[in-house]
C-alpha cells in the first residue's frame, strides 16, 4: 500500500506594509484602553530623555485622545506644548461597503524643544 502524503497547508505570506509618519517617532497609537494608559505611555517617552509624543487616533479614539493630552498637559507635565494637530479622514472599505473615520495626530512637546 503507497502511503498519500499530506499536502502541508500553506502559510499566508507575510507583507510588509510602510507605516506612514512612524519613522523613528514617539508615536502613542490610542485605542480602547482607560486613559491614564497612554498618559503613563507618554511620560515613559518623556522619562526617557524624548522632546516630543505624537499621539494618533481615529474614530470613537480621538475624544480619549484627547482627554490623554490634557490630563497629561495639566496634571502631569507642566511645561507641555501641543506644537501640532492633524486631522483628516481615512475611506475604509468592509464588507465591501465604503466609511470615512476621522483621524487626529496631536504632537505634544516639552516647553523649550522644537
Same mark, same amino acid.
Given at each position: 500500500m503507497a502511503q498519500k502524503k499530506q499536502a502541508e497547508p500553506e502559510k499566508p505570506e507575510k507583507k510588509k506594509v510602510a507605516k506612514e509618519g512612524t519613522k523613528g517617532e514617539n508615536?502613542?497609537?490610542?485605542?480602547?484602553?482607560?486613559?491614564?494608559?497612554?498618559? /503613563?505611555a507618554c511620560i515613559t517617552f518623556f522619562n526617557a530623555g524624548e522632546k516630543q509624543v505624537v499621539v494618533k487616533a481615529r474614530g470613537r479614539a480621538i475624544s480619549r485622545a484627547v482627554d490623554t493630552v490634557e490630563l497629561l498637559r495639566h496634571s502631569f507635565v507642566k511645561d507641555l506644548q501641543v506644537k501640532k494637530i492633524? /486631522?483628516?479622514?481615512e475611506e475604509l472599505v468592509r464588507e465591501?461597503?465604503?466609511?470615512?473615520v476621522s483621524t487626529m495626530e496631536i504632537t505634544a512637546a516639552k516647553a523649550g524643544s522644537k
Open positions: 508615536v502613542v497609537l490610542i485605542g480602547r484602553k482607560p486613559v491614564m494608559n497612554y498618559v /503613563i492633524d /486631522i483628516g479622514t465591501g461597503r465604503k466609511s470615512n
